[in-house]
């Protein structure tokens, strides 16, 4: 399984971003899709994630802010984020997981956001 992940840049505080990633691979249908960051010196937290079903999960930080989306045809899980500040500068990471006989967990190289105050 391979995650690409694409949309990272600098932005200024206030600005919107759209983060993508397409996973490929063999995926399980049933899965979850998410994003995480790590921010210099932090641990990695949770950003946002959504199940193939629709159900979603955001981190206290950005429930409000951002939006997470996915198409489960192309595998592929966005995030739009809006209000950008600056404690958002971070490697945003994308992932896919998914639960059989064992947990699968994949991570993508991650994008950098930096968001000039």
């Known amino acids: 399984v391979q995650l690409q992940a694409s949309g990272g840049g600098l932005v200024q505080a206030g600005g919107s971003l759209r983060l993508s990633c397409a996973a490929s691979?063999?995926?399980?249908?049933?899965?979850?899709m998410g994003w995480y960051r790590q921010a210099a010196g932090k641990q990695r937290e949770l950003v946002a994630r959504i199940s193939s079903a629709g159900s979603i999960n955001y981190g206290d930080s950005v429930e409000g802010r951002f939006t997470i989306s996915r198409d489960n045809a192309k595998n592929t899980v966005y995030l739009q984020m809006n209000s950008l500040k600056s404690e958002d500068t971070a490697v945003y990471y994308c992932?896919?997981?998914?639960?059989?006989?064992?947990?699968?967990?994949?991570w993508g190289k991650g994008t950098l956001v930096t968001v000039s105050s």
């Open positions: 691979g063999s995926i399980f249908s049933h899965n979850t």
């Open positions: 992932n896919v997981r998914w639960t059989t006989l064992a947990t699968m967990d994949y």
